[in-house]
């Protein structure tokens, strides 16, 4: 056990665990939403009854909103910044000397993208940005065509399978390893750390999910280590080759920035695509409408992200003392945007929990953010997804769930561990992206 990881674990998750318990036990909706079974298996239930209170609701120890046009105006407003908020205070020395222990690059510290502001963030963004160009990604839609079909070849004729593990997880993972120049063979690698780290985006985890969190970001900084050692020696044409060839980041930024995309590059678009297997096959209706009118697939991409967002919510921290509807709010105060409450926000989404393909303003949703640190890779998963249920249901248009879909145990990433299904009979091998 290393001291600074359990510091960080009491900081950023035992007091708030400890809270949250306490809290669902009284019955406190915010805790149930983030910290409870109720709040994974049906989120929105909780949204819409927190939602009637007001635009920002004070939820101790901070604040929320599911208002839509507030949750754009936080996110593009740099009064606003980026961090996990302090539970607790300890001496400056203390925490100088805490800092200054070494950690794995991971999502939640610096500096991941994820967790700095101007002008860190856009130092560290630029150089990555450029292979997520509409241009960039257009180029990688005969790979996204061809791992998808090898997928569905592989899955059985007429047979048992696990649609997230044999199918919605492997789409992102193969493109995501080959952006970064990562052998095939590793892939099953990155999908195990994948779980282990993703954890860490949501607050009060327990000290053992921490612990494993912490092992497997170890595990992938070394191989991320020897791996840049390699490009540095034998460059490729992938974003680390070129990232190590323009010297711009330290080999500590440069795992960092692989770490992130590692997991944004995967973690949002499988459950993106788990879903929308999910919603499809709930609404029968709307899938035959896509069958006949194969163009609406964007839309109804654009929809499920809408309606049932894969990352949840977000949080910001209030840089200077301000005030926001109608609510003086004093530095340091700690804003919890959820995506998924201002994506049903009835003021901009009429009948907000129908399920709708053709919804026409589908695409206003928030679930990719917004501002500097809208989602770098929302066209590739926008890509993955559109193609991947596209060509799974027109492979196999029997296609059923044979037991009730399995949650994944977390609360900001929400998305489905194992969609046990039977396939039916193949009609297609091959669809073309569209």
Sequence with gaps: MKPHYMYRWVNNHGLVLLFKKILIRRGNAFARL???????????????????????????????????????EILRDNRFGVGIPTVFGVPGPVMRALERRPLPPNLMDPPSMLMIDEPEHTRMRKPVSAAFT????????????????????????????????????????????????????????????????????????????HQRAMESSERLHGYLVEHLERLRAEPGDDILSSLVTSGDLSTYELCASATLLMAAGFETTVNLIGKGIVWLLAHPEQLARLRAEPDLWPNAVEEILRIDPPVQSTARTTRTALEIGGVRLREGSTLVLSLAGANRDPAV???????????????????????????LGAGLARMEAAHALRALFETFPDLRLTHPPTRRPLFTLHGYQHLPAHTGPRVRSHVPIG
């Excluded at 989120?43 to 507030?70: C, K, N, Q, S």
């Design 349 to 375: 989404f009429t009948e907000p929990a129908r399920f709708d393909i053709t919804r026409d303003n589908a695409k206003n949703h928030v679930s990719f953010s917004s501002g500097s640190h809208v989602c």
């Design 134 to 209: 509409p241009r960039a990604i257009a180029r990688l839609r005969d790979r996204i065509e061809t791992v998808t079909g090898e997928l569905l070849t592989a899955l059985p004729d007429d047979g048992p399978t696990d649609l997230v593990t044999r199918f919605a997880a492997q789409v992102p993972i193969a493109i995501i390893s080959e952006m970064l120049g990562f052998p095939d063979a590793d892939r099953e690698m990155f999908l195990h750390w994948g779980d282990d780290i993703s954890p860490l985006l949501d607050l009060g985890i327990s000290w053992q999910t």
């Design 34 to 72: 983030t910290g409870g079974a109720e709040g994974i298996e049906n989120p929105y239930a909780l949204i819409e009854e927190m939602r009637g209170e007001g635009g920002l609701i004070r939820a101790l120890p901070v604040w929320i909103t599911f208002d839509h046009d507030m949750v754009r």
